[in-house]
């Protein structure tokens, strides 16, 4: 199955240019979730959505803008890229059954350098 | 504060034998942890999870073990094989955070043949 995919899965841009990573998901999860990955830093959560036209920001928040018109989209923008947003990017997606959060299941990540 | 760190960066094992890889927790409100597995260049792969109301749960040759009184989790691999290879991250998702999991930093377990 197609599960989640990401595109680009490498994208080398300026800095100040706009960049838009796309995230889609094919099990109609409520939750998307944007991260980042750096070396030394892990894991950091960028913007989350609990549903269509929901988003809140995540730990690192500044200089990304999220949308969510549609269940199974989440593209994430650079507004004006920045060299220290150079990093792995990484999508993933969870249900919430039951009064219960499930398990996020990820992309295979969108690799961004940025001049 | 809210994290989950890792006690050891990296762990290295011999084929066959068996790896526990540790991970602890500050937030007593947590109540959903998952491990996950990432290869290099690949993005993290759900090996297994647990409730807060389990202590103990097994899947194919892995077992999580959750002790809630010290706030820690670990992974057990049973005959851990070079395939095993990779960065372990343990996180926890706090219950009335909306779905939001907190990672630990990983720890790289490498399988030696």
């Known amino acids: 199955d197609a599960g989640i995919t990401q595109s680009p899965r490498y994208k080398i841009t300026e800095t100040g240019r706009q960049v838009t990573l796309m995230c889609h998901q094919t099990w109609s999860h409520s939750y998307m979730f944007w991260y980042r990955q750096d070396l030394g830093h892990g894991l950091r959560l960028i913007y989350y959505s609990a549903a269509a036209d929901i988003t809140d920001k995540g730990e690192v928040p500044d200089g990304y803008v999220v949308s969510r018109s549609k269940t199974e989209n989440f593209p994430l923008t650079l507004e004006s890229a920045t060299r220290s947003q150079t990093s792995v990017y990484f999508c993933?997606?969870?249900?919430?059954?039951?009064?219960?959060?499930?398990?996020?299941?990820f992309g295979p990540g969108t690799r961004l350098l940025v001049l | 504060g809210e994290s989950v760190g890792l006690h050891l960066p990296t762990l290295s094992v011999q084929e066959g034998d068996n790896s526990i890889i540790n991970c602890a927790y500050s937030n007593s409100a947590s109540d959903y942890f998952i491990w996950y597995k990432q290869e290099s260049g690949k993005g993290p792969q759900f090996i297994i999870d647990?409730?807060?109301?389990?202590d103990k749960r097994q899947g194919q040759r892995v077992t999580v073990l959750l002790n809630k009184t010290v706030k820690h989790l670990s992974l057990q691999i049973a005959a851990t094989q070079p395939g095993d290879s990779a960065v372990y991250f343990c996180a926890e998702n706090i219950g009335n955070q909306g779905g939001k999991l907190i990672f630990g930093q990983g720890t790289e377990l490498s399988v030696k043949p």
């Open positions: 647990i409730r807060s109301n389990m």
């Open positions: 993933a997606s969870s249900e919430f059954l039951a009064g219960a959060q499930e398990t996020q299941y």
